[in-house]
């Protein structure tokens, strides 16, 4: 439930409203807008159902919210939000691009690769330092020496730092180390998780699940915002679907769907989405145009000798020339990198 205030209200009422809802064990949260403020209710609003709100001054209208995610939804917070990593903003206006391997395989690529991407324009490094791998005899990921060497590299070359963490383990040792977390496809329903990261404050990038739906993937950022920390960027990387020509289907509608349901900024991984590296230049201007807040893509200085999906990971060079390309339609979005 959301309770809209008239342009005019004035504080009092808007604290009344708030007192209202507190009083009866629920939570108020408050989006204040240019024009109006909305109060949006957290809990069971069944208790508020003796109390007439509308008759509280300033009160224009109350509207139930029927999604079950609520502090994701677009009706309690109007305006997209913009995520802050430190001094980098995610948002509106930004066209934020997060580059690197799929794993971190050991120093020197990590510091080559984090000068490469940030010439080019990135202003995250990536790199995965647990793998979630198909198979468990296939790299899993330097753990805590990959930490250090992502540090150190995104240190060196000026970079935000983004790292997945796939356990409770991990998360306590990554949190040491990197500027945001990255939870993805196969533990985006992994809610212990979800709630352990929402506890952590740092900023977190939440993957869409390889099945999830739209409204399941917006119910686990509910799952992490509930918990204290509001720094959600969701990310579409793909789904699963009978076509076998890329590796997943990328889901562009989702990006105008996530912007109609939500507040949160979405940026988008072709990488993962086609598995193939001559398909990624195409969707990630699509993606811009689409109205996408970043993007995430695999680069390697070497992709034939990559550890891990070496065929969807980009030269330097092919990086350097897909951020060439991307500018002009960053412009025209009146996006910025
Ligand atoms: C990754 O970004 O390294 C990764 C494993 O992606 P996803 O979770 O989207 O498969
Ligand atoms: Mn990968």
Redesign the pocket.
């Known amino acids: 439930m959301i309770i809209i205030m008239k342009p005019q209200a004035a504080k009092e009422n808007v604290d009344a409203v708030v007192r209202a809802i507190t009083s009866k064990g629920l939570q108020a949260h408050l989006s204040q807008g240019d024009q109006v403020t909305i109060v949006g209710v957290v809990g069971d609003k069944t208790r508020l159902m003796h109390d007439n709100l509308e008759l509280i001054p300033g009160v224009d209208k109350i509207l139930s919210v029927t999604e079950t995610y609520k502090l994701a939804n677009k009706k309690f917070h109007p305006q997209d939000s913009t995520i802050h990593v430190g001094d980098t903003p995610i948002g509106p206006g930004q066209l934020t691009l997060m580059a690197g391997p799929?794993?971190i395989e050991n120093e020197e690529m990590m510091m080559q690769t984090a000068m490469a991407v940030k010439a080019a324009g990135a202003a995250f490094l990536?790199g995965?330092a647990y793998?979630?791998r198909t198979s468990p005899y296939a790299f899993q990921g330097l753990e805590e020496e990959g930490l250090r060497y992502i540090r150190r590299a995104g240190d060196a070359a000026g970079l935000k730092v983004i790292c997945?963490v796939t356990s409770l383990k991990a998360l306590e040792t990554a949190v040491r180390y990197v500027d945001m977390l990255?939870i993805?496809?196969?533990?985006m329903q992994n809610f212990e998780l979800l709630k352990e990261v929402g506890r952590s404050r740092i900023p977190v990038m939440l993957?869409?699940g390889?099945s999830a739906t739209i409204d399941e993937w917006l119910n686990a950022a509910e799952y992490i915002i509930s918990e204290g920390n509001p720094d959600v960027v969701l990310?579409e990387?793909?789904i699963r679907t009978y076509e076998k020509a890329t590796r997943n289907t990328l889901d562009l509608s989702a990006v105008p769907v996530i912007r109609s349901k939500s507040h949160l900024p979405v940026i988008v991984?072709p990488?993962?989405a086609a598995g193939v590296r001559g398909y990624i230049a195409p969707l990630a201007k699509a993606s811009v145009a689409a109205g996408a807040d970043g993007l995430?893509i695999?680069v390697h200085p070497c992709p034939s000798c990559a550890l891990s999906?070496g065929p969807q990971s980009l030269t330097f060079e092919q990086f350097e020339t897909l951020c060439r390309e991307l500018k002009p339609y960053a412009d025209l979005a009146q996006r910025t990198f």
């Open positions: 799929c794993a990536r995965g793998k979630p997945e990255q993805g496809a196969r533990n993957k869409r390889l990310c990387r793909g991984d990488s993962h995430m695999e999906d």
